[in-house]
């Protein structure tokens, strides 16, 4: 009998258990905030706009979030891949919303909200396998934090 696939439920509810992300409810979010399944990646969009002189804050950030998880109680993505054995890679995406008015037919102004990724992490299954999880807490705070960050993930961008 082959293995039930992972539903997108089921996967928030580990994300929220495992990197406490996201603090509010779902329909309190901006719209494309949120997790996105794709086969056997998760990608996590955070709305988080990045300033030039926040960058290397932004991306500490991002790599801290990703492999240590948000809130104190969490406790990483290398729980996150314990538990969901499906998934292959994690990426945490954080976003500006971008925002245009168009008028419509009734002379009514329309506001669209579009999201303009602005860092992006992503750590496969194989990369996660080979941190120490207890050196994780010191290696990603402090000056240089970003750089070393970098290392420890597959892909790191920040714009």
Same mark, same amino acid.
């Given at each position: 009998?082959?293995?039930?696939?992972?539903?997108?439920?089921?996967?928030?509810?580990?994300?929220?258990?495992?990197?406490? #992300?996201?603090?509010? %409810?779902?329909?309190?979010? *901006?719209? !494309?905030?949120?997790?996105?399944?794709?086969?056997? &990646? +998760? =990608?996590?969009?955070?709305?988080?706009?990045?300033?030039?002189?926040?960058?290397?804050?932004?991306?500490?950030?991002?790599?801290?979030?990703?492999?240590?998880?948000?809130?104190?109680?969490?406790?990483?993505?290398?729980? #996150?891949?314990?538990? %969901?054995?499906?998934?292959? *890679?994690? !990426?945490?995406?954080?976003?500006?919303?971008?925002? &245009? +008015? =168009?008028?419509?037919?009734?002379?009514?102004?329309?506001?669209?909200?579009?999201?303009?990724?602005?860092?992006?992490?992503?750590?496969?299954?194989?990369?996660?396998?080979?941190?120490?999880?207890?050196?994780?807490?010191?290696?990603?705070?402090?000056?240089?934090?970003?750089?070393?960050?970098?290392?420890?993930?597959?892909?790191?961008?920040?714009?």
């Amino acid at each position: 009998m082959p293995a039930r696939a992972v539903t997108s439920a089921e996967v928030a509810a580990a994300i929220d258990r495992h990197l406490g #992300l996201y603090l509010a %409810l779902p329909h309190r979010r *901006e719209k !494309a905030e949120g997790v996105r399944v794709n086969g056997d &990646r +998760v =990608e996590l969009w955070f709305l988080r706009p990045v300033r030039r002189d926040d960058r290397d804050e932004a991306g500490c950030d991002a790599v801290r979030w990703l492999l240590r998880g948000r809130l104190a109680r969490a406790d990483g993505v290398i729980a #996150l891949f314990s538990e %969901l054995s499906d998934v292959k *890679e994690v !990426a945490l995406v954080f976003y500006a919303a971008e925002t &245009r +008015v =168009e008028p419509d037919a009734n002379g009514r102004y329309i506001q669209h909200r579009d999201a303009s990724p602005q860092a992006r992490v992503a750590i496969s299954r194989e990369k996660a396998a080979m941190l120490d999880p207890r050196g994780l807490a010191q290696a990603l705070q402090g000056p240089g934090c970003a750089e070393r960050g970098r290392e420890m993930v597959d892909v790191f961008w920040v714009k």
